[in-house]
């Protein structure tokens, strides 16, 4: 607990000294900020009643996943998980992701879109964004954003505030940045839900919550690191693309997973050829520490005092950095991946809770082109602007999701 919770303050500290105008950071934001941060987390993992909800969405992973291989079947037949009709010569080699696993992106788009259109999302949005405003003393603009981006994509949840994201100041509109790069999609939320439920139970109750407690760390970090001088700007929710009925709105949905699932699949493909290429430069060189150098170990070695800060033990900090240098410098989707295939014994339930939160955010290099591109398209008179804190969102949105892992391993 004293060494998450001494992690949380040097994770401030780190953003402070990488500010802009360190003058201008304001204490209340950053006492509100983690205050805030501490309340959803306790509220979340120590009401019994509230945490008992959350935590037993397991039980939606495992429906939606029923009814997605009741899809792949149909389309796929054995490789989309219906019985063999040869005998499984190794556990788990039939298991084939694109057919098996990524279709699951199809289903919650197309569920995600219905309950845009039933005003099931749009509601639960506005609530949490009236709730950042009074608290973060925000703007309604950047709080619809911040709010959306618990629920929708990095690229989603700007689209809300289409309008208004060419007159943000520029610490709103990194403070919007930030916020894409700290919380994860509703489309994969699942999606990484189904593949660590066997090593952490009630996982997408877990993976909810962190992008829940992100919002608030977004913002802290964001308003530490580019502080706000300016006139903060109003805004209300402007709904994307409305469907005509909830036929539309369930095609609309799938039509617009496809083309999520084909970018998913087609970075992944790429991602890991880079990284399997430059794996190979790097085993040219001599041996590190009796094993060769790799491009995860090299990342582990950054980010293993960063996560023993925040909670995990020193012993684990090698394996724990490693994963956060897969989520960094390739996704979050393979580092939960990597996770899950650890021997039980390389993190104890404790660290693997911490890194389930704090790797739950989509602030990797991918991720920056995509979010750098999609903002740029909706407010091309600030794109130079945005190209610019493109790389501090990523630092950003990295210590945001440090800070939620720092917060849960207070409370755990």
């Given at each position: 607990?004293?060494?998450?919770?001494?992690?949380?303050?040097?994770?401030?500290?780190?953003?402070?000294?990488?500010?802009?105008?360190?003058?201008?950071?304001r204490?209340?934001?950053?006492?509100?900020?983690?205050?805030?941060?501490?309340?959803?987390?306790?509220?979340?993992?120590?009401?019994?009643?509230?945490?008992?909800?959350?935590l037993?969405?397991?039980?939606?992973?495992?429906?939606?996943?029923?009814?997605?291989?009741?899809?792949?079947?149909?389309?796929?037949?054995?490789?989309?998980?219906?019985?063999?009709?040869?005998?499984?010569?190794?556990?788990?080699?039939?298991?084939?992701?694109?057919?098996?696993?990524?279709p699951?992106?199809?289903?919650?788009?197309?569920?995600?879109?219905?309950?845009?259109?039933?005003?099931?999302?749009?509601?639960?949005?506005?609530?949490?964004?009236?709730?950042?405003?009074?608290?973060?003393?925000?703007?309604?603009?950047?709080?619809?954003?911040?709010?959306?981006?618990?629920?929708?994509?990095?690229?989603?949840?700007?689209?809300?505030?289409?309008?208004?994201?060419?007159?943000?100041?520029?610490?709103?509109?990194?403070?919007?940045?930030?916020?894409?790069?700290?919380?994860?999609?509703?489309?994969?939320?699942?999606?990484?839900?189904?593949?660590?439920q066997?090593?952490?139970?009630?996982?997408?109750?877990?993976?909810?919550?962190?992008?829940?407690?992100?919002?608030?760390?977004?913002?802290?970090?964001?308003?530490?690191?580019?502080p706000?001088?300016?006139?903060?700007?109003?805004g209300?929710?402007?709904?994307?693309?409305?469907?005509?009925?909830?036929m539309?709105?369930?095609?609309?949905?799938?039509?617009?997973?496809?083309?999520?699932?084909?970018?998913?699949?087609?970075?992944?493909?790429?991602?890991?050829?880079?990284?399997?290429?430059?794996?190979?430069?790097?085993?040219?060189?001599?041996?590190?520490?009796?094993?060769?150098?790799t491009?995860?170990?090299?990342?582990g070695?950054?980010?293993?005092?960063?996560?023993?800060?925040?909670?995990?033990?020193?012993?684990?900090?090698?394996?724990?950095?490693?994963?956060?240098?897969?989520?960094?410098?390739?996704?979050?989707?393979?580092?939960?991946?990597?996770?899950?295939?650890?021997?039980?014994?390389?993190?104890?339930?404790?660290?693997?809770?911490?890194?389930?939160?704090?790797?739950?955010?989509?602030?990797?290099?991918?991720?920056l082109?995509?979010?750098?591109?999609?903002?740029?398209?909706?407010?091309?008179?600030?794109?130079?602007?945005?190209?610019?804190?493109?790389?501090?969102?990523?630092?950003?949105?990295?210590?945001?999701?440090?800070?939620?892992?720092?917060?849960?391993?207070?409370?755990?």
């Open positions: 607990m004293v060494q998450s919770a001494t992690g949380l303050l040097v994770l401030v500290l780190i953003a402070w000294l990488v500010s802009e105008n360190r003058r201008a950071v204490l209340w934001t950053i006492v509100v900020g983690i205050v805030l941060q501490l309340a959803v987390g306790f509220l979340f993992l120590k009401i019994a009643v509230i945490k008992d909800a959350f037993s969405l397991n039980r939606l992973v495992m429906a939606l996943d029923t009814a997605t291989t009741a899809g792949t079947t149909f389309v796929f037949g054995f490789l989309g998980g219906a019985p063999l009709p040869f005998a499984e010569t190794g556990m788990g080699s039939t298991f084939v992701m694109a057919c098996k696993a990524l699951l992106i199809l289903v919650v788009s197309a569920l995600s879109s219905l309950l845009f259109y039933w005003r099931v999302l749009p509601v639960l949005v506005k609530v949490l964004s009236k709730a950042l405003q009074k608290t973060m003393g925000i703007g309604g603009a950047l709080g619809v954003s911040v709010a959306a981006n618990i629920f929708v994509g990095m690229v989603e949840a700007p689209l809300f505030i289409r309008p208004y994201l060419a007159n943000m100041t520029r610490s709103e509109l990194f403070a919007v940045m930030t916020a894409g790069m700290a919380t994860i999609a509703g489309t994969v939320m699942v999606l990484y839900a189904t593949f660590l066997n090593v952490i139970p009630d996982a997408l109750g877990h993976i909810l919550v962190a992008s829940i407690i992100s919002a608030p760390a977004a913002i802290l970090v964001s308003m530490v690191m580019i706000e001088t300016g006139k903060i700007t109003d209300e929710i402007v709904p994307p693309n409305p469907a005509a009925g909830p539309d709105a369930i095609t609309r949905g799938a039509s617009d997973g496809m083309g999520l699932l084909i970018n998913v699949t087609g970075t992944l493909i790429v991602l890991v050829a880079m990284v399997s290429l430059a794996d190979q430069a790097l085993g040219l060189l001599p041996d590190v520490m009796g094993a060769p150098l491009l995860p170990r090299l990342f070695f950054v980010f293993r005092p960063l996560v023993w800060v925040i909670g995990v033990p020193w012993a684990e900090s090698e394996t724990a950095g490693m994963l956060m240098g897969v989520k960094t410098a390739l996704n979050e989707l393979l580092a939960y991946l990597e996770m899950s295939r650890l021997p039980a014994d390389a993190l104890s339930e404790r660290s693997r809770l911490i890194m389930t939160y704090a790797m739950c955010g989509f602030a990797n290099f991918g991720s082109g995509i979010l750098v591109g999609g903002m740029g398209a909706m407010a091309p008179s600030r794109r130079g602007e945005i190209v610019a804190l493109g790389m501090r969102s990523l630092v950003s949105g990295t210590l945001a999701t440090l800070m939620t892992g720092a917060v849960v391993g207070i409370f755990l």
